[in-house]
């Protein structure tokens, strides 16, 4: 579990050109995902601290999100004995869907939308 933020941040960098950024161990989890994404040779960098809280909420959001939509896709597509590529396509299609992993890329836009906190109150209106 541990090793996920930093392939993830490699991933990342690699995909925009930057070089490798290596976790810092004085740093919390989601602190150091956010440092190793965003690392530019300051050794004082710290990510803003309302990215990492944010980010923190978020992560155990679904960490707790249970049995889930293409979790249970998942394992009803595996009782009835059809192959594990079977599996994987309907559990990753039940996460397409608006109500599921759709949810979060219309919140995202949501977000866009509003831009700054001063546009929420006509944003809700």
């Known amino acids: ?7 993830a941040a490699s991933t990342y960098r690699h995909k925009v050109g930057a070089k490798f950024s290596n976790p810092n ?13 965003d ?3 300051d050794s004082n960098y710290r990510p803003h601290p309302a990215l990492v809280k944010a980010l923190d909420v978020l992560f155990i959001l679904h960490a707790e999100h249970e049995l889930n939509c293409s979790t249970a896709a998942m394992r009803h597509l595996a009782s009835s004995e059809v192959d594990v590529f079977t599996c994987i396509a309907g559990s990753t299609a039940a996460l397409y869907g608006r109500k599921h992993g759709g ?21 809700i209106e």
């Open 25 to 37: 161990s004085d740093l919390g989890y989601v602190e150091n995902f956010l440092y190793m994404m």
């Open 103 to 123: 949810a979060n890329e219309a919140v995202l836009r949501m977000l866009e939308e509003i831009g700054s906190v001063e546009n929420i109150p006509g944003f």
């Open 39 to 41: 690392y530019t040779g």
């Open 1 to 7: 579990m541990g090793s996920i933020i930093t392939i």
